[in-house]
């Protein structure tokens, strides 16, 4: 579960609603939304969030106090380690809401030990870290999901499959695969080496488009990692 703050923005509450349900469909991750009317009434609240979005009109109201709020609790709450406070238009346009699921997606990558997806495997149903799964692998019509510490069968298709994963720190480099970018630990040639050691074909085909999204997320996981070692 993670928490949305959304302060004099009553009008865009169902569209905020709408598009941080579709990032989320097919994962076990829920969401909730609290709305308030202005910074003190959120001060007021004594309550904590991961996501605190706010109406432009609020920028230069109390912006300091909430800050200061936001931090002490950052520091004194168990439950929430990733916050982000952003400003929209009221009713949100749909360049805010773009912005939207960027946060979203960067509270994922930061907490995505708590992401977890389902799976009806041969071990039965099985909720599943994202952040544990190496790569998933189509053999003999079935899908195999490869974790740091198990193996898991499946009935389905690469084609869902990256459906549900697209957003997050997955790639395609083989049309029988799809890896965890954030477990790669070389790429040497056409050959993908995994944390674990597994080798990971990587067809010519998609080795261009494969190398510019893997260099890519290293980017921006560097970038992201420089900023959370600042105060926030």
């Given at each position: ?98 912005m939207i699921l960027g946060s ?129």
């Amino acid at each position: 579960m993670f928490h949305i703050a959304l302060c004099s923005l009553h009008g865009s509450k169902n569209k905020i609603d709408d598009k941080i349900t579709s990032i989320l469909g097919g994962t076990a991750v829920e969401h909730s939304i609290v709305m308030f009317d202005d910074i003190d009434t959120l001060i007021a609240s004594g309550k904590t969030f991961h996501l605190y979005f706010l109406n432009k009109c609020l920028r230069d109201s109390n912006e300091k106090k909430l800050l200061s709020y936001i931090e002490y609790n950052k520091k004194h709450s168990k439950r929430t380690t990733f916050n982000f406070l952003t400003y929209a238009d009221d009713p949100i346009t749909d360049k805010d809401c773009d912005m939207i699921l960027g946060s979203i997606r960067r509270y994922l990558d930061y907490d995505s030990m708590y992401l977890c997806m389902e799976f009806l495997t041969d071990q039965g149903f099985k909720s599943i870290a994202i952040s544990k799964i190496l790569f998933f692998e189509y053999c003999n019509r079935k899908i195999c999901i490869k974790t740091q510490h198990a193996q898991y069968l499946c009935d389905d298709s690469l084609k869902n499959v990256l459906s549900l994963v697209s957003g997050y720190a997955f790639a395609v480099p083989h049309k029988s695969f799809i890896v965890n970018l954030r477990h790669i630990a070389s790429i040497k040639e056409y050959i993908i080496t995994m944390d674990d050691g597994s080798k990971i074909p990587l067809s010519q085909k998609k080795s261009h488009e494969f190398r510019i999204k893997y260099k890519k997320y290293i980017s921006d996981h560097n970038k992201r990692m420089a900023k959370k070692s600042k105060k926030f």
